[in-house]
């Protein structure tokens, strides 16, 4: 994460996703960085440490950094979403298609019990195969969700369109579905577990990094009173 927070390499793809504009994406990182680099250089003036100032580059540059910063959690919670969205989504299609054992009605019908962001891909994907049933649309839904169960599962869905739906295929498929949830029920659990773990650390951390920050201002301020004194005496 801190390599990519430095070399950018999905900023493209992260404002694609977004539909951001990448003008406007850079003059908000902009302000960010001028914002950041004044308000430091104000702070060492106030404190008289002026020697300080040489770091002001810097604080422009974090500014610089924080919107990309945002944008990379944004991502990834979207993504965390989209793979606890994927396992609801399935236990409405298999309930459905139970009933009418056609897949693309099924899909179809599974659209009003879909939230967003999924919903609007899941349309795609019915549009698609409403068109042409073939593979290809179900594999690109299954990279939208992005996780190495969903590609699995849209190819068992996609067989399931071309070859029918047995009983026993039925079965199996909604037992993996339920193992599918029951796992991301506990992955959800182990990761509320592991964040209050982190931003309790994040805390500390920030805590100690503010007080070393403030402790440092006050001795260079001192130690410019003393150094003063030590030219005057000279």
Do not use: C, H, W
């Not at 604080?59 to 991502?75: D, E, Q, T, W």
């Amino acid at each position: 994460m801190v390599s990519e927070l430095f070399k950018e390499r999905y900023l493209d793809s992260y404002l694609k996703y977004f539909n951001l504009d990448s003008k406007s994406f850079k003059i908000t990182r902009t302000i960010y960085g001028i914002v950041l680099f004044f308000a430091f250089s104000l702070g060492f003036i106030i404190i008289g440490s002026y020697s300080l100032l040489i770091f002001t580059p810097l604080a422009f540059y974090l500014g610089y950094k924080i919107p990309y910063f945002v944008l990379m959690n944004r991502k990834k919670q979207e993504e965390l979403k989209i793979s606890f969205m994927f396992p609801q989504f399935l236990q409405t299609f298999i309930g459905l298609l139970s009933s009418s054992g056609n897949v693309y009605q099924t899909l179809k019908a599974t659209i009003d019990y879909t939230n967003e962001p999924l919903k609007t891909e899941l349309k795609k994907l019915v549009s698609k195969i409403e068109k042409d049933n073939n593979r290809e649309s179900y594999i690109e839904f299954a990279e939208f969700i992005g996780t190495n169960e969903a590609y699995t599962i849209m190819d068992m869905i996609y067989q399931f369109s071309e070859f029918g739906v047995r009983k026993d295929t039925l079965n199996d498929f909604r037992d993996y579905i339920r193992g599918l949830d029951e796992n991301k029920v506990n992955e959800l659990i182990e990761r509320k577990m592991m964040s209050s773990e982190k931003y309790g650390y994040m805390a500390i951390f920030i805590s100690v990094i503010l007080l070393i920050g403030y402790a440092s201002a006050i001795f260079l301020y001192y130690m410019q009173d003393v150094m003063d004194a030590l030219e005057f005496i000279m």
